[in-house]
């Protein structure tokens, strides 16, 4: 994963929206999006809920 990715991802499992998640980091609702699809890409998963349920680094 990229420098950015496994942050999102934690905050992601946490329940926060894209929009919360962008705020927190400085980026773009879309740009917390692009990078969601290729977290579940790279971790095999189709849902936030998946995320939740996996160890995250």
């Keep these: 994963m990229t420098a950015h990715e ?3 991802a934690r905050l992601v499992a946490t329940a926060a929206t ?3 998640v962008a ?3 400085f980026l773009s609702p879309r740009t917390v999006e692009a ?3 290729d977290i ?3 971790l095999g998963i189709a849902s ?3 995320l ?3 160890p995250l680094p």
């Design 35 to 37: 990078h969601l699809r």
């Design 6 to 8: 496994p942050h999102i």
């Design 23 to 25: 705020a927190h980091l």
């Design 40 to 42: 579940f890409r790279k």
């Design 18 to 20: 894209s929009r919360e």
């Design 48 to 50: 936030r809920r998946q």
């Design 52 to 54: 939740r349920e996996l």
